[in-house]
């Protein structure tokens, strides 16, 4: 599976973004797909994910304000985030769980940068 982050770039505090990830390969065999984000220094964490079957997660500092989504016509996953904080600042990788047996594929990422 091939993986296409895009949609990243400088907002302004309280500002929004959507970012997209096109999954190409084998598409079928996806059974979750997730977002990622590593702010400069930190540890890489989860932000939210979406099942095959559409139930989502999200990590607790999302708090409402972003929204994972997924076409499955165009084997794309969305994440429109709102009210964006400058803490929210981070390189943001989509990720998949795919394959037989399952496994992780990663995109290359996409910077979000939070700032006024």
């Known amino acids: 599976v091939q993986l296409q982050a895009s949609g990243g770039g400088l907002v302004q505090p309280g500002g929004s973004l959507r970012l997209s990830c096109a999954a190409s390969?084998?598409?079928?065999?996806?059974?979750?797909m997730a977002w990622h984000r590593q702010a400069p220094g930190k540890q890489r964490e989860l932000v939210a994910a979406i099942l095959r079957s559409g139930g989502t997660n999200y990590a607790d500092f999302v708090n409402g304000r972003f929204t994972i989504s997924r076409d499955g016509t165009k084997n794309t996953m969305y994440l429109q985030m709102n009210r964006l904080q400058p803490e929210d600042t981070a390189v943001y990788y989509c990720?998949?769980?795919?394959?037989?047996?399952?496994?992780?594929?990663w995109g290359q990422g996409t910077l979000v940068t939070v700032s006024s």
């Open positions: 390969g084998d598409s079928l065999s996806i059974a979750a």
């Open positions: 990720c998949v769980v795919a394959g037989t047996p399952l496994r992780d594929y």
